[in-house]
């Protein structure tokens, strides 16, 4: 035997070993997919479940400036009911003092709460870069 057919036969033989049944790859590729589609959903969840408790954060945020705001509308009947009252005394006017700034105050909160609620994006950013990530390692192209 030649060295030539030495090393082809050592190939080969070596080469033989290694390769598998197709039935063996198709479901090697079969439970990856599998793994990798679970995969993602976690991520997805992970980032939904950051973002949703935020903007949960924000929703609490909006329920105190309402809720401070309707004690600002509460004070304000008060003081109408101590105008009334009292005619055009000093104390009308300590109960109106309160019921501005207590409205003023319900007002930011609210308004502060609303806009971080805008600005909040719920969309799974990184979920979707990684399917694309993904979706690109295995030959697909972007549309």
């Known amino acids: 035997m030649h060295r030539f057919e030495e090393r082809y036969d050592g190939w080969n033989s ?3 070993e290694t390769e598998r ?3 063996n790859l198709f479901s ?8 990798l589609v679970r995969d993602e959903l976690r991520l997805a969840s992970l980032e939904v479940g950051d973002k949703a408790s935020r ?7 909006l329920i105190l400036g309402g809720a401070v705001l309707y004690g600002g509308f509460l004070a304000a009947i008060f003081t109408l009911i101590l105008l009334l009252d009292l005619g055009l005394h000093a ?6 003092i309160v019921t501005i700034v207590v409205l003023a ?5 609210a308004r502060g709460a609303l806009d971080n609620l805008k ?7 990184q979920t979707l870069r ?11 192209t972007r549309r």
Do not use: C, N
């Open 55 to 61: 903007a949960a954060r924000d929703l609490g945020m």
């Open 119 to 125: 600005k909040q994006d719920l969309t799974p950013r």
């Open 21 to 23: 049944p197709l039935g």
């Open 14 to 16: 070596s080469h033989r």
């Open 130 to 140: 990684s399917i694309q990530a993904d979706f690109d390692a295995v030959g697909g």
């Open 91 to 96: 104390l009308w006017a300590s109960a109106l």
């Open 28 to 35: 090697d590729l079969t439970h990856e997919i599998g793994t």
């Open 105 to 109: 105050l319900g007002y930011f909160l």
